[in-house]
């Protein structure tokens, strides 16, 4: 069964970096428009960033546009999500999921096989 794994998270100052990978050994992730999400305590999962298998086009929400980079690692069958100039408000789980469709957009709904999730705290 296609499970997703996430890694790279982690306890960072404000104004650091972070690495995100998403993986699986079941399937090529080329194939697949992924996403990434995060969920905060007592709040709403928010959809971050995908990119779409059908062009490699890419999509940010604005909360994260121009710090975040979402890319593909076709050799090593990753997908990427970059994160520069973290502030305390990353804080959260971050998920990455298999787009249901080659659209990408960050719709909770749009997507199925959640990893389990990897930690980013930011804090000094």
């Known amino acids: 069964q296609l499970q997703l794994v996430e890694s790279g998270g982690g306890l960072v100052q404000p104004g650091g970096s972070l690495r995100l990978s998403c993986s699986t050994s079941?399937?090529?992730?080329?194939?697949?428009?992924i996403g990434w999400f995060r969920q905060a305590p007592g709040k709403e999962r928010e959809g971050l960033s995908c990119?779409?298998?059908?062009?490699?086009?890419?999509y940010y929400t604005d909360s994260v546009k121009g710090r975040f980079t979402i890319s593909r690692d076709n050799a090593k069958n990753t997908v990427n999500l970059q994160m520069d100039s973290l502030k305390p408000e990353d804080t959260a789980v971050y998920y990455c999921?298999?787009?249901?469709?080659?659209?990408?957009?960050?719709?909770?709904?749009?997507?199925?096989?959640w990893g389990q999730g990897t930690q980013v705290t930011v804090s000094s």
């Open positions: 999921a298999v787009g249901k469709t080659m659209i990408c957009r960050v719709v909770s709904q749009d997507y199925d096989h």
């Open positions: 990119i779409s298998s059908s062009d490699g086009s890419t």
């Open positions: 079941v399937v090529p992730l080329a194939h697949y428009t």
